[in-house]
């Protein structure tokens, strides 16, 4: 797997009774975007927490290349709920935590840190947001502080757990443009329910639920996702959806 970021072989993961991830082979290479999908429950976010370390496999193997092996090089945006943006931090502290867990809670932001977040920040277009506190923006804005949080360190890999949520039909082309760029300097795999969307932007699919079946194609059909056991029903915009949604 010269090029490939990790590898898992025939792994295993449970949170104590029975397990929530079986026999998985997967692999994550160069500059991969992969679309996690699969029901709810199935297994997607313990997916990623394997991936980060958060979740330890019962069995099998988790193989990290070399630039993969300490979990710097990865960058996370966890799955958010409304409640979440109660705190009272400022746009360019969330940004700035994207940097504490390399440096350790301990050791003190200096001034290329603060000029790296800047440039996050800009590169996000939320320089007039820098200073406001977290429950002033809006879901889509939020969305991208955290996108800002999980990329400050120039990661080789990064982790979406159902960035869409919030994401606002305005703000919705531009996130993805932004992962377009994103795309071409790091591998990308996101958990996402919304496969119309995503079968747009992402280049394959792993279809979760307890197994994982990996589908090498944007495109992917209602039997397609019966047949991997990801019972998830197409939304339709169109006679093909997948077709008709695909813009390059
Ligand atoms: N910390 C935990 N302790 C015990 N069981 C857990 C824990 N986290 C998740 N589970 C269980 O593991 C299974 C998979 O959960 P997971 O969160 O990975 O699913 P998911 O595919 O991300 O679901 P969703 O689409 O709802 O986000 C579920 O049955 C869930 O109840
Ligand atoms: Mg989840």
Known sequence: MATCLFEMKSLSASYGAGLVLQDIDFRVCGN???GVIGPNGGG???LLKVIL???????GELIFS????????IGYLPQISTGDS???VTVKDVVLSGL???K???SRMNKADQKKADEVIEELGLESLAESSLNQLSGGQLQRVLLGRAIIGEPKLLLLDEPGNFVDANFEHDFYEKLRDLNQRMAILMVSHDIGTISAHIKSFACVNRHLNYHPSSEISNEQLLAYGCPIQLITHGAVPHTVLKTH
Do not use: Q, W
């Open 32 to 34: 991969d975007f992969i």
């Open 44 to 46: 997607k976010t313990t």
């Open 53 to 59: 370390g958060l979740v330890r496999p019962v069995a």
């Open 66 to 73: 070399r630039e993969l092996r300490n979990s710097n090089n």
């Open 86 to 88: 109660n705190y009272p």
């Open 100 to 102: 504490m867990i390399r």
């Open 104 to 106: 350790g809670l301990v």
